[in-house]
């Protein structure tokens, strides 16, 4: 159960002010401040999910005017200043590198709320740090069965063995580990080699001092882009058992790191000394957007329910998961999905509405639409009619 204080909140936030703050942060509410950089629109989303890197470019380019995926990989590989690695729930993100210690300090720390893997599968303490101790030791940048090599040759053929249940395969044991090395600072990706991956160090970093003080920086990083919030929704945006977040949430109210308000009628929590809110959230939540799969507001705003009403619970997500369907916003709240076609310079992107669109929705979205294809370096054409295709596809 969520800790709160005794007392009254001081603040009281609607749920529309709320939306309007975090859609401020998130560059959604208004064109993006001269001078910004792709590494700052990333630090201000928490991170880009980027199993499938187009999204991640699209993420950041719908958030402004101007910016092609040819800039966010130009701070990827060229300036550095983006790091491909694995993030929070252990998925592939982009991640600023100036952010880096604080984020290799508090991912290791939070414990996993899935299941462990059969005992004859999973890997001991002891064999973990060994892989980890491989990973950081080898030569990079190496392919994954490069690494596999090197991990094998430096701990054991035990580490090699064909066990791990992956997407209807069995991966070799020692990357049950890869996710950890990779939210530690060990490793992270760099361009790719043909059609297969690689890896390599990121950039010269030095973490911050205590996993303690890495979840209070990423706690009130959090809060900043996204609350007010709950324990609990920090736990699932994190993948987190929810009474470790419970505990660490009380912890850092005690310590005057986080404080409470009143959020549509529940206590939540925002950072400490951040209560400001829009005193017009209608003005900022007006209009059209489209987000791409596992845009990281799609995932982070919570509660889920009020982002996704009615019958967009069904429709836009998995079984109550969301990043698996590209959003259509309406005035700050789901409304549809779409999807998008490559064929050669030209893409076409299928949106489906889940009520009638006016005329001015209908304009905007055509220029959103437009906005995508820039984004790819592609011409965009807008339909709309039903998205045919399942989630992630």
């Known amino acids: 159960m969520d800790t709160g204080t005794e007392t009254e909140p001081a603040v009281t936030v609607t749920w529309e002010q709320a939306s309007a703050r975090r859609m401020e942060r998130q560059f959604l509410g208004s064109p993006v401040l001269a001078g910004t950089s792709v590494a700052e629109m990333v630090a201000a989303m928490m ?93 990079t940048p190496l392919t994954l069965d490069e690494l596999g090599e090197e991990v094998v040759a430096r701990t054991g053929p035990w580490a090699g063995d064909r066990v791990m249940p992956a997407f209807q395969s069995l991966w070799p044991r020692w990357r ?51 609350g007010p919030a709950r324990a609990r929704h920090f736990a699932r945006w994190a993948a987190a058992p929810g009474g470790w977040a419970d505990r660490l949430f009380t912890s850092l109210a005690s310590a005057d790191e986080i404080e409470e308000v009143d959020f549509a009628g529940e206590p939540a929590w925002v950072a400490a000394g951040d209560t400001g809110f829009p005193e017009e959230p209608a003005r900022v939540l007006r209009g059209v957007r489209l987000l791409p799969y596992f845009d990281a507001y799609g995932i982070a705003a919570q509660p889920r329910e009020r982002l ?28 549809g999905v779409w999807h998008q076609r490559r064929n050669g310079r030209r893409t076409t992107v299928m949106v489906e509405p889940l009520g009638r669109l006016t005329a001015r929705q209908e304009r905007a979205l055509g220029e959103r639409v437009d906005r995508v294809g820039e984004v790819l370096e592609a011409r965009a054409e807008l339909a709309i009619g039903k998205v045919t295709v399942g989630p992630h596809a």
């Open 308 to 335: 996704f009403p009615g019958g967009a619970y069904e429709r836009a997500l998995a079984r109550g998961q969301a990043g698996n369907y590209p959003l259509l916003l309406l005035d700050g709240v789901v409304a």
């Open 47 to 139: 991170g880009a999910h980027a199993q499938v890197l187009s999204a991640a470019e699209v993420s950041v380019g719908v958030r402004t005017e101007g910016l092609t995926r040819a800039d966010v990989r130009a701070a990827l590989w060229e300036d550095r200043t983006l790091v491909k690695t694995f993030g929070p729930r252990g998925t592939v993100h982009l991640l600023p590198a100036a952010e880096l210690p604080f984020w290799t300090a508090a991912l290791p720390a939070i414990p996993s709320g899935a299941g462990q893997f059969a005992p004859e599968v999973r890997l001991s303490e002891e064999q973990a740090e060994l892989v980890a101790a491989a990973l950081d030791e080898a030569a």
């Open 176 to 226: 049950q580990v890869m996710h950890r090395a990779g939210q530690s600072g060990a490793l992270c990706f760099a361009p790719d080699r043909g059609r297969k991956a690689t890896y390599t160090r990121p950039p010269h970093f030095e973490p911050l001092p205590t996993a303690d003080a890495g979840l209070t920086t990423l706690v009130r990083h959090y809060l900043r882009a996204y």
